[in-house]
């Protein structure tokens, strides 16, 4: 439905419209195409709506072409679209003979009017530029048209204007009227169009046609050429708004520009011109339309009935939610009321029925046997925790036993060595042993025994691998580090007894030098076997370090002097290299300073007892000798 019927028919006066078209039917002052009314016979119903269909299907067609037309065409902004000016082309007034063939291959509008044309002349349109929607060829002089065939092929043309020609045949007529798609001809001031069957013949050929000459086509006038003389009733005299209804009214007339432009027009000003004339004839078709406007009447009134049954319904609809609503909110404000009624009263087991009561019961007894399995299981569940974890402890506990008796060998080794700077250190130890087993402390001044054993090498925590047991860090600590028994008097010119760092003189051929820096180390690289035989080369009895007096057996006791730095002593030198004898530099010796006259004073006190033991023995052996 196009919005002009709605302009033209408002809801407002659509039951008069409707009475209207009954009243003018029941004294046949209406077109035959509203039969819609008439309830005689089958026939005449059929033939109504067969006529109303046409009518429609001729309608909507015009619409749909208006909206193709404009929707292809574009001409709200044809001023903004160049390529449009190969579209439109005007060769009114003589310019026909200055013009090509390939202008005319892409045309849709091509003006001819008032240029001196012959038949051959538009044939070469035709054959020229398939693709027109609009041809003017009127005030052309043209006699006769081209052939039939080739007017059958124009299938986009909408509009053709042949007026004012010298066209006097049928076979012209024919040719003009036959397009597929034509909605408008123009025929008008030819000698053919004063022949009184002249819109009968080319209604009869175009039946797609909205427009003849200076008037669009009613439905009556669409149905006059399918209804025979039997059926053609006698149309009367159609007053009021459906005078434009009938045929050759004067609300079926249109304007559009007749004659020749004065100048030249150019390509979009075509273009607007063809927008706005098939505008204009679609507008007009649609009020002109009988069947068009009681379309839009009905389905107008078909609209408000629809809209006041929905209101009805939406109204019947509130009043059953409104009566619900009130149901509900009733029956919850009593029952709020009962309950505060009997909350006072004390009787809320009064509102329960006999099943809700057991019910209720039931699902208290069902709560208890929940929480109670809840519960139990929640205990079992933690006294399983607890004894995977006192199990977890006696397994750890008793491991670490087995393993402190298996590698450390308590039961064998029953004695513990410490540096003696770690005296404080062990009594700290040694009092939280003790006191673990409910025993005395030890006093701060409490004295170790002496051990019969020499660090020769001790490793450093630095050095120490990060393992987490205790076991495996004692066990690395033991395998790091170098012990042997303290003896003497094997060596009496080395007081040491065992491996330490060589000094070489700074005067040291070259060639000892090299020799030396061949030499490696093997620092704590030892097996058991080399650690055996360095133990038993020993020499016996205690180390000079820890003896009371020197080449005397004792007891062991730690004797607090200090022993030289050898840096206070030598300036070391270069790096040499690492033996088994220690690491090699090379040194200088240090003239004063107090380590050096303690040295010094050692040795004259060592040069001295070696004398005294040397006089004695040559007296002794003197005496011996004397005896």
Known sequence: MDANAHALYKPRNTRKVLAKAARAWKHHTVPAHCNCFRTSTLAAEKRLLDGCENSQVSARAGSMNEDEALGRLNFSNVESRPELDQQALDLSSGRFSESSPERFRHLKVLLLSGAPLATEDLTKVLMWAPSLWKLDASYCSLAALPELELWQRMSNIKSLLLHKNLLAKWQDVECAASPGNLEWLTLYGNPITSQPEYQTHVLSVATTLIALDLRVLTDEEHLAVTETGAERRPAGNATGSFRRFAANSEASAFLFREKPPESFLPPQELLREAADELRQLYGKSAQCSAAFAIQGGWRVYKARSLKFSLSETQRISAIRLQKCARKFLWKRAMQTYVEKFLAEEEGLDLLLSAQEMLTLRASKLIELSVRRWVRRRKNRRTVRE???????????????????????????????????????????????????????????????????????????????????????????????????????RRYPSHLWDGPFHRLVPGGTPQRFLEAYGRVRRRAANVDNICRKVFLASCACGPHPIVRDAPYEEGPFVVRETKAPDFRELYTFGRLLGEGDFGIVYTCDVKLGGSAWDEELTREAEARQRAEDTAKDAEATSDGKASC
């Open 386 to 488: 607890a004894a995977t974890i006192i199990a977890r402890n006696v397994k750890g506990h008793l491991t670490r036993c087995k393993l402190l008796r298996k590698f450390l060998k308590l039961d064998t080794y029953r004695r513990i060595y410490f540096p003696a700077s770690c005296t404080w250190e062990a009594i700290v130890l040694l009092n939280v042993a003790r006191a673990a087993c409910d025993l005395s402390p030890l006093p701060r001044e409490h004295q170790f025994e002496a051990a019969d054993v020499m660090a020769i090498r001790m490793v450093d925590s630095s050095e120490m691998p990060r393992s987490k047991s205790e076991v495996s860090r004692l066990l690395a600590f033991r395998n790091f580090s170098l012990l042997r028994p303290c003896h003497s």
